[in-house]
């Protein structure tokens, strides 16, 4: 059983499109954290959230604590936005990864 | 630029070898991570240092796996008697409290 889930595991949309990819996880948390990945391999944080809501950009973090619920929104996306992004969470010591989402935005 | 170095960026090493990988976080950072990520999963802890000191490591790290972080500045992650399964990508990241800045990781292949 993994503590953090995602969905979709692949996503492909056409630019311009609005993207949402979820995130749940089982575990206590003092953090959770969104991660961009792109081929070759380097990543990126994007979001450190442990309530409400953040906004950078096109980009749109969300949690929900009680229902152990995040989702990442990407407005008007972009071919350049294709990458994995990755759910992480933070507990005390320990760093519990998801198994990424694949988005591909095809012009 | 994340500020976080690795090195090496690739090692191809053969079953048997030992291999040593080195990260050197921000210098203002006192806490170290090691990951390691195989193709198509996310990353999987592996080690956690707070200053030198180790204060966490997975129950799934082998004891052919050792981390060391001396002076609580760079650290060292060494494999022993390399193995197949070992090849992977790793990743070092640190962090002053929450957020983690990530290395380009050094991937590994053992043939």
């Known amino acids: 059983k993994n503590e953090v889930e995602q969905s979709p595991q692949n996503l492909t949309a056409q630019e311009g499109e609005f993207i949402t990819i979820n995130c749940s996880y089982s575990v206590g948390i003092s953090a959770l954290h969104w991660l961009q990945q792109h081929p070759g391999g380097g990543i990126v944080s994007l979001f450190m959230l442990s309530s409400g809501k953040k906004k950078h950009g096109r980009l749109i973090a969300t949690i929900n604590i009680q229902e152990k619920h995040s989702s990442l929104h990407i407005t008007a996306s972009h071919p350049r936005d294709s990458a994995v992004y990755i759910c992480a969470v933070h507990t005390g010591n320990q760093f519990y990864f998801g198994t990424g989402t694949s988005l591909t935005v095809i012009p | ?111």
């Open chain 2, 1 to 111: 630029d994340t500020g976080v170095s690795q090195d090496p960026r690739h090692k191809i090493t053969k079953r048997g070898q030992n291999v040593t990988f080195r990260c050197d976080p921000i210098s203002e950072h006192n806490r170290l991570y090691w990951y390691r990520q195989t193709l198509g999963q996310g990353p999987e802890f592996l080690t956690y240092f707070q200053n030198e000191a180790q204060l966490e490591k997975s129950r799934l790290l082998s004891d052919r796996f050792s981390a060391e972080r001396p002076k609580g500045s760079f650290s060292t992650l060494e494999i022993q008697r390399t193995e197949q399964g070992d090849s992977a990508m790793y990743l070092c990241a640190s962090s002053l409290i929450n957020e983690q800045f990530f290395g380009p990781g050094t991937r590994l292949t053992v043939l």
